[in-house]
């Protein structure tokens, strides 16, 4: 792994154009991303191990979630269909959840579902079902 | 042992010629006066299959810029060229090729901006680039269009560097004028440019990659912009090292200054481009009159050579920064707000002043120079102010 190279140090060292491998990769790791400092970002920001918006973690947008009921749904998948954000989570050809860190509570699913096997349900509500348990 | 040919050229010409022997992948341009013929030359050189470069005959200078940081970040080498209402239209690109870290090589043929339109040479159009994270040079003659050109490959792509350079020449001036230009043989300027080595490239890299990613909370825009900032300040030593090289193989000096007489000069001319002849000549003049006159040309731009600049200017009783363009509503015009910067570090202050000269191409006479010069004694005597002027105007 190089670290990217445009540092001060870099500037300090002698000048060769041939390196040999040019790829950079992240200096550190995505998780402590928000610690990242400018040394640290690849050239110009170049996502270097591609599809990481999964760690992107966009959920917290939220105020409805939708609640799924297992016993209703008939795996017909409308509702994997129609997430505009791939938050159906799915198992051989069998719905098994949803990925709440990156459902943004729309309601699509909700709306789409014909066996009332998906109802929208306020954080807050939520919330305070959780801590009841 | 490099091949020197003589020819008489046009700086047009010999930008062209230095593109050619570069050998870039791609060109992507529009034309536009006076740039229209180096992309014109360039064009024939594709039909005559001299080159292998993938000409993109584009809609607008946005698409052109635009095409060239699609084929930067693809890996390719790249180059464009462009002039005053075509580099205004790339405003947006410029920052998104400096902002993604891609070289690409632009020449400008430096012209005046609408309103009124006019189509000759002024520095209006660059200046309003200048803090776009392009490194920028300036060509006073045909020659160091060339030389600059050839230099321009060596600091974008260097590995540390990663940046777009504009090679700039002024206008009808040192675009069409013919002079006396010596050409390298291809296969000398083709051995000291070498090949891209792009890093991260979206075309034949080791891994898939993402370029032009969305940076906006968080503050990842933040620090991206921070490490801008020190790869354009930190390229300097990279263009002095890499124009020293090529001033090694061509035999002549490359420096980010070109100091005329500077040493013991009690007044000092700053000045880009074309107009450095015309007040080297005065300053001469003025020499065999016993009057200590210096000009000081700034050739690297962007970085801007502020430490460089004050070793020059240091020992003088006043200096004069000429400006091809003007900053309206600043306290001074783009080349005066950077000179006298650099000079308040100083523990002396030196009086300036700073005069807007040969705007749309306005002639920049010998008598404008020893005007120049003159106030400039005046000013060290104390009998004249620091400020603005137009110089030359009715």
Same mark, same amino acid.
């Given at each position: ?74 795996? $017909?998948? +409308? $509702?994997?269909?129609? $997430?505009?954000?791939?938050?159906? +989570? ?20 909700? +709306? ?5 096997? +998906? ?15 | 042992? #490099? ?18 022997? #570069? ?79 891609? *070289? ?23 200046? @309003? ?15 160091? #269009? =060339? ?16 940046? *777009? ?26 051995? =000291?440019? @070498?090949?891209?080595? *792009?890093?991260? *490239? ?9 370029? @032009? ?7 990842? =825009? ?121 000079? =308040? ?15 749309? @191409? ?33």
């Amino acid at each position: 792994m190089n670290k990217q190279n445009d540092n001060n140090q870099a500037a300090k060292s002698s000048i060769a154009l041939d390196t040999g491998d040019m790829t950079t990769t992240f200096a550190r790791s995505v998780e402590d991303f928000d610690c990242w400092r400018s040394e640290d970002f690849t050239l110009g920001g170049v996502v270097t191990d591609a599809g990481n918006s999964i760690l992107y973690k966009t959920g917290g947008w939220r105020s409805l979630r939708p609640v799924w009921d297992e016993e209703k749904c008939t795996n $017909c998948m +409308l $509702c994997w269909v129609h $997430c505009p954000d791939s938050s159906i +989570l799915v198992a051989d050809k069998t719905m098994i959840g949803i990925d709440y860190d990156h459902c943004k509570g729309c309601g699509i699913c909700a +709306l789409e579902c014909r066996f009332e096997a +998906l109802r929208m349900l306020s954080e807050s509500e939520a919330a305070s079902l959780e801590g009841g348990q | 042992m #490099a091949e020197v040919t003589v020819l008489a050229a046009t700086g047009n010409m010999m930008v062209a010629e230095a593109f050619r022997q #570069a050998a870039p992948d791609v060109i992507a341009a529009y034309p536009i006066t006076p740039q229209t013929a180096i992309v014109e030359n360039y064009a024939k050189y594709v039909a005559e299959g001299r080159v292998h470069t993938e000409f993109v005959a584009v809609e607008s200078e946005h698409s052109a810029l635009s095409a060239c940081v699609g084929a930067s970040a693809a890996g390719a080498r790249v180059v464009t060229a462009t002039s005053s209402q075509g580099l205004a239209l790339m405003y947006e690109e410029l920052h998104i090729a400096a902002g993604m870290r891609l *070289p690409i090589i632009m020449a400008n043929a430096n012209r005046a901006l609408s309103a009124p339109i006019n189509i000759h040479g002024d520095h209006s159009d660059v200046m @309003g680039g200048r803090d776009s994270g392009w490194i920028i040079l300036f060509a006073e003659t045909a020659q160091e #269009a =060339y030389d600059n050109s050839i230099i321009a490959f060596r600091v974008a792509e260097h590995p540390a560097v990663q940046l *777009p350079v504009m090679t700039t020449l002024d206008g009808f001036i040192t675009t069409h004028a013919m002079e006396r230009c010596e050409l390298l043989d291809d296969g000398t300027v083709e051995a =000291y440019v @070498g090949k891209r080595r *792009p890093q991260n *490239p979206l075309i034949g890299g080791a891994a898939p990659v993402g370029h @032009g990613m969305f940076a906006s909370l968080g503050g990842t =825009y933040f620090e991206l912009k921070q490490a801008q900032r020190r790869a354009v300040c930190g390229s300097a030593p990279h263009i002095l090292t890499e124009g020293q090289k090529w001033a090694a193989v061509c035999g002549r000096d490359f420096d980010f200054i070109d100091s005329f007489a500077c040493d013991d000069a009690d007044y000092i001319l700053v000045v880009l481009g074309s107009a450095a002849g015309n007040a080297r000549v005065v300053a001469k003049e003025l020499r065999a009159a016993g009057i200590k006159a210096g000009v000081a040309k700034i050739r690297v731009f962007r970085p801007f050579p502020a430490s460089e600049l004050r070793d020059v200017l240091q020992g003088a009783k006043a200096v004069g920064i000429l400006d091809r363009s003007d900053s309206f509503g600043a306290p001074y015009a783009p080349v005066g707000l950077d000179v006298r910067t650099a000079l =308040y570090d100083l523990d002396t202050r030196i009086p300036t002043r700073n005069y807007v000269y040969g705007l749309g @191409g306005a002639d920049v006479t010998l008598d404008a120079m020893r005007q120049a010069f003159s106030e400039l004694q005046s000013l060290a005597a104390g009998h004249l102010d620091q400020g603005l002027s137009y110089l030359g105007t009715r």
